[in-house]
């Protein structure tokens, strides 16, 4: 029975993602090699000196700390352009994670389809598929992961590993507790955010390197960018 879950999950993930590349295909001829300066690259150069050097500086500032992608692909000797499969294997498997938790909770394949139509479509699927070497959906996978899993040991890995994912997990986080509380039909007591607890590490470590110039800079620009989007 778990194993005819399991296939109807990749095959409806499957299913949703060919759709949403039909609609929001990938630039796949500036995939083939090499393009400096491209958008589709633009990343991903700095993302396979990271995996074949996860504590290397001279890359991008926003990577220095979103050292668990780079850490799985050196130790599982994933090469190369071999690392481009990660972001892409984040992605089919965060929305096999929705699929089993919405599926569980509608009790309807069609429902589920049409409810992950937008999570499909969103940044969460399509950021790592248009542009090379992202990791966002494995970001979105703990969030998920934080939001509806029953499993006692899915909520502390998440917060445990999300952060190296990327930061951007940390500020999802208190939303993803939100929804954890309101699924479960539990009170917003401060006893829900015990869970944050599991946090402390990285916050921890973020904080003892605040003085880092990269990390600096890179946490004025982020702010400072945020605002012109928002103004947009």
Same mark, same amino acid.
């Given at each position: 029975?778990? &194993? #005819? !879950? /399991?296939?109807?999950?990749?095959?409806? @993930?499957?299913? =949703?993602?060919?759709? %949403?590349?039909?609609?929001f $295909?990938?630039?796949?001829?500036?995939?083939?090699h090499?393009?400096?300066g491209?958008?589709?690259?633009a990343?991903a150069?700095?993302?396979l000196?990271?995996?074949?050097?996860?504590?290397?500086?001279?890359?991008?500032?926003?990577?220095h700390?979103?050292?668990?992608?780079?850490?799985?692909?050196?130790?599982?000797?994933?090469?190369g352009r071999?690392?481009l499969a990660?972001?892409?294997?984040?992605?089919?498997?965060?929305?096999?994670l929705?699929?089993h938790?919405? &599926? #569980? !909770? /509608?009790?309807?394949?069609?429902?589920t @389809?049409?409810? =992950?139509?937008?999570l %499909?479509?969103?940044?969460a $699927?399509?950021?790592?598929?248009?542009?090379?070497?992202?990791?966002?959906?494995w970001?979105?996978?703990g969030l998920?992961?934080?939001?509806?899993?029953?499993?006692?040991?899915?909520?502390p890995?998440?917060?445990?590993?999300?952060p190296w994912?990327d930061?951007?997990?940390?500020?999802g986080f208190?939303?993803?507790?939100?929804?954890?509380?309101l699924d479960r039909?539990?009170?917003?007591?401060?006893?829900a955010?015990?869970?944050?607890?599991?946090?402390?590490?990285?916050?921890?470590l973020?904080i003892?390197f605040?003085?880092?110039s990269?990390?600096?800079f890179f946490?004025?620009d982020a702010?400072?960018?945020?605002?012109?989007y928002?103004?947009m």
């Amino acid at each position: 029975m778990k &194993a #005819r !879950r /399991l296939l109807a999950s990749a095959g409806l @993930a499957f299913g =949703l993602l060919v759709v %949403a590349l039909f609609f929001f $295909a990938p630039h796949l001829w500036l995939m083939r090699h090499d393009v400096p300066g491209s958008f589709e690259w633009a990343r991903a150069d700095n993302y396979l000196k990271q995996c074949a050097a996860p504590f290397r500086r001279d890359i991008e500032p926003a990577l220095h700390w979103r050292l668990l992608p780079a850490l799985v692909c050196y130790a599982g000797g994933l090469h190369g352009r071999a690392a481009l499969a990660l972001p892409w294997c984040g992605v089919v498997l965060m929305m096999m994670l929705a699929i089993h938790e919405f &599926a #569980r !909770r /509608l009790g309807d394949w069609r429902l589920t @389809a049409l409810a =992950l139509v937008p999570l %499909a479509t969103s940044s969460a $699927a399509l950021t790592p598929f248009q542009f090379l070497g992202l990791n966002d959906a494995w970001a979105w996978l703990g969030l998920i992961a934080t939001a509806f899993a029953s499993e006692p040991w899915a909520l502390p890995l998440a917060c445990l590993l999300g952060p190296w994912v990327d930061e951007r997990f940390v500020l999802g986080f208190p939303l993803a507790l939100i929804v954890r509380c309101l699924d479960r039909r539990e009170p917003l007591r401060w006893r829900a955010a015990l869970p944050a607890l599991w946090l402390v590490p990285y916050v921890a470590l973020r904080i003892a390197f605040i003085g880092d110039s990269s990390t600096r800079f890179f946490l004025t620009d982020a702010v400072r960018d945020s605002v012109h989007y928002l103004a947009m």
